[in-house]
Protein backbone atom coordinates (compact mmCIF):
# COMPACT_ATOMS: atom_id res chain seq x y z
CA UNK A 1 0.00 0.00 0.00
CA UNK A 2 1.64 3.54 -0.93
CA UNK A 3 -0.04 7.20 -0.85
CA UNK A 4 2.01 9.43 -2.96
CA UNK A 5 1.83 12.89 -2.19
CA UNK A 6 3.24 15.61 -4.54
CA UNK A 7 2.44 19.25 -6.11
CA UNK A 8 3.91 21.34 -3.08
CA UNK A 9 5.72 24.34 -3.32
CA UNK A 10 6.37 28.10 -2.98
CA UNK A 11 3.82 30.56 -3.87
CA UNK A 12 2.88 34.02 -2.98
CA UNK A 13 -0.58 34.75 -0.93
CA UNK A 14 -3.64 35.18 -3.42
CA UNK A 15 -1.48 32.28 -5.44
CA UNK A 16 -2.72 28.75 -6.01
CA UNK A 17 -1.62 24.71 -5.97
CA UNK A 18 -2.81 21.98 -6.74
CA UNK A 19 -1.86 18.57 -4.87
CA UNK A 20 -2.03 15.43 -6.40
CA UNK A 21 -2.20 11.99 -3.87
CA UNK A 22 -1.73 9.04 -5.92
CA UNK A 23 -2.59 5.57 -4.60
CA UNK A 24 -1.32 2.00 -5.09
CA UNK A 25 -1.60 -1.34 -3.51
CA UNK A 26 -5.30 -1.04 -2.74
CA UNK A 27 -8.96 -0.78 -3.89
CA UNK A 28 -9.03 2.95 -4.15
CA UNK A 29 -12.57 3.14 -5.93
CA UNK A 30 -14.08 1.99 -2.24
CA UNK A 31 -11.79 4.31 0.10
CA UNK A 32 -12.28 7.73 1.54
CA UNK A 33 -8.95 10.14 0.81
CA UNK A 34 -8.71 12.83 2.89
CA UNK A 35 -6.07 15.71 2.72
CA UNK A 36 -4.39 17.13 6.27
CA UNK A 37 -1.97 19.22 7.09
CA UNK A 38 0.79 20.40 10.13
CA UNK A 39 2.32 23.47 10.26
CA UNK A 40 5.51 23.99 12.50
CA UNK A 41 4.68 23.42 16.36
CA UNK A 42 1.21 23.17 15.37
CA UNK A 43 -1.34 19.82 15.86
CA UNK A 44 -1.64 18.07 12.53
CA UNK A 45 -5.59 19.14 11.26
CA UNK A 46 -8.00 17.95 8.95
CA UNK A 47 -8.43 20.38 5.40
CA UNK A 48 -10.50 18.03 3.16
CA UNK A 49 -12.04 14.59 2.44
CA UNK A 50 -13.68 12.79 -0.11
CA UNK A 51 -15.52 9.73 0.14
CA UNK A 52 -16.22 7.08 -2.68
CA UNK A 53 -19.28 8.22 -3.56
CA UNK A 54 -17.92 11.56 -4.33
CA UNK A 55 -19.13 13.60 -1.22
CA UNK A 56 -16.87 16.38 -0.19
CA UNK A 57 -16.09 18.23 2.90
CA UNK A 58 -13.70 20.88 4.35
CA UNK A 59 -12.70 22.55 7.37
CA UNK A 60 -13.78 25.84 7.71
CA UNK A 61 -11.09 28.16 6.76
CA UNK A 62 -10.26 26.42 3.11
CA UNK A 63 -14.30 26.41 2.31
CA UNK A 64 -14.41 28.58 -1.04
CA UNK A 65 -10.85 28.33 -1.41
CA UNK A 66 -9.71 24.63 -1.69
CA UNK A 67 -11.86 21.83 -3.98
CA UNK A 68 -11.25 18.22 -3.44
CA UNK A 69 -11.80 15.67 -6.57
CA UNK A 70 -11.06 12.42 -7.50
CA UNK A 71 -10.06 10.49 -10.64
CA UNK A 72 -10.89 6.81 -9.91
CA UNK A 73 -9.36 5.76 -13.27
CA UNK A 74 -5.93 7.32 -12.42
CA UNK A 75 -5.76 5.86 -8.77
CA UNK A 76 -5.75 10.11 -7.82
CA UNK A 77 -7.07 12.32 -5.78
CA UNK A 78 -6.46 16.55 -6.34
CA UNK A 79 -6.34 18.92 -3.89
CA UNK A 80 -7.05 22.81 -5.46
CA UNK A 81 -6.07 25.31 -3.55
CA UNK A 82 -6.92 28.79 -4.59
CA UNK A 83 -6.37 31.94 -2.88
CA UNK A 84 -3.64 30.63 -0.75
CA UNK A 85 -2.52 32.35 2.95
CA UNK A 86 0.66 32.54 4.60
CA UNK A 87 -1.66 30.16 7.44
CA UNK A 88 -2.05 27.40 4.80
CA UNK A 89 1.64 27.19 5.03
CA UNK A 90 2.25 23.46 6.19
CA UNK A 91 3.20 20.35 5.07
CA UNK A 92 0.36 18.25 3.97
CA UNK A 93 -0.62 14.91 4.16
CA UNK A 94 -2.74 12.25 1.67
CA UNK A 95 -4.58 9.59 4.35
CA UNK A 96 -6.76 7.08 3.17
CA UNK A 97 -9.57 4.25 4.90
CA UNK A 98 -12.18 1.91 3.93
CA UNK A 99 -14.88 3.95 6.45
CA UNK A 100 -15.20 7.29 7.02
CA UNK A 101 -13.23 8.77 9.33
CA UNK A 102 -13.88 12.06 9.09
CA UNK A 103 -11.03 15.02 10.21
CA UNK A 104 -10.03 12.23 12.89
CA UNK A 105 -6.38 10.66 12.58
CA UNK A 106 -7.66 7.17 12.58
CA UNK A 107 -6.86 6.76 8.71
CA UNK A 108 -5.64 3.01 7.69
CA UNK A 109 -2.70 4.72 5.37
CA UNK A 110 -0.72 7.59 5.23
CA UNK A 111 1.46 9.65 2.84
CA UNK A 112 4.98 10.79 2.99
CA UNK A 113 3.57 15.11 3.19
CA UNK A 114 4.34 17.49 0.35
CA UNK A 115 5.53 21.41 1.74
CA UNK A 116 3.44 24.16 0.55
CA UNK A 117 4.74 27.18 1.72
CA UNK A 118 2.80 30.40 0.88
CA UNK A 119 4.80 33.74 1.50
CA UNK A 120 5.91 37.23 -0.05
Known amino acids: VQLQASGGGSVQPGGSLRLSCVAS????????IAWFRQAPGKEREGVSC???????YYTDSVKGRFSISRDNSQNTVYLHMNSLKPDDTAVYYCAADRFYRGFGLQYDYWGQGTLVTVSS
Open 50 to 56: ITSAGTT
Open 25 to 32: GFSFYYFT
